[in-house]
């Protein structure tokens, strides 16, 4: 049984998850799990109804996910030309970030097929690595500010927040992932002070995992060396903005911003949640050609995660399938919608010896 929270949130959300959920609807049909959900229209559409993006107990909403519910799927938050500055899906990701403290971001970056990929003369051999980002500290604090606004004098104020705590627990989260990976070789992203808390952390958290080959390399070097060997790279960890950044450049040479999912976990709780990495694409929303793969492998990394194993794994191959026939988006260069590309994985699934 999988109990799943599903919150589109604003932009192209509303038409990319629910192609995830008609997805894992489709598999729970085929594979041995049951799958019961409940939709929460947080976001611009709930304010232009109601006047309000969130209710009032959203607080407690949040905090009572992880009675109710296994995982939750999100999508993005984001502006929106109708409504006010402001007014948007986001608390809700801070709310599932900070609110439930799931500090770890994984995301992966694997190609799900060879001519996809911008990087010449790469495959899914060379391409198939992972970035852990720092989710609840870093610059994301929330305590950001201005003051003489609009004077020649302004002065902004952008303090970015690392606790020992933070530090260590992400950092062992990545050792961890490592090793449940089969892996062997990490490398931490961060340019921050020579001797600071990232680099004393990450000396003392190394020497307790001796198997693991773990490399300090500045962001700058990292963004470099995904782009001209990424081959090299198989478990990256970061600080929230570095990871943020270097994740988008991971999504980038899969071929689309549209493929990148991640899950968002603290391994204490039994409660994760999991989103595509694009935004709410305010080009192209309403449009129906966003890329609905992104979402896809979401809710298939949240199958995993519930230890849906075979499911999971079918319904990558689904995607790869869809993908080899040509069903997809414009991003990708194809010409088919978003239901196009939903029913071609679906269709994939059903029959995947076509
Ligand atoms: P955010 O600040 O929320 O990250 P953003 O505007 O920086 O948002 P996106 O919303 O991800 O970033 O959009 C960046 C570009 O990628 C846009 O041109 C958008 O159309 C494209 N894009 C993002 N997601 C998809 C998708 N699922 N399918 C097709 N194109 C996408």
Redesign the pocket.
Known sequence: MVRLAVIPGD??SSE?VPEAVKTLEAASEIYEYSLEYETFDFGVERYLRTGQAVPDDFDDFIRSLPDKFDAALFG???TDPRVPTGISAQPVLHGLRRGLDLYANVRPSRLLSDDLTPLKGKTSDDIDFVVIRENTEGYESGTAGNFKVGTPDEVEIRPEYNTRKGVSRILEFAFEHTQRLGRTNLAMAEKGLPDGLWSRTFADVSARYPDIEARHVHVDTLAYLIVTAPETLSVIVAENRAGDILSDLGGAIQG???LAYSGCFNPEHEFAYFE?????????VGRG????I??IMAARMMLEFRGHQQAADAIEQAVRAAISTGAV???LGGRNSTAQVGDAVREALRNPNR
């Open positions: 932009g192209i990319v993005a938050g984001g689309s911003r549209g595509p990495v694009h935004g709410t694409a305010p080009d192209i050609i966003a890329n609905p992104a979402s988006t414009r991003d």
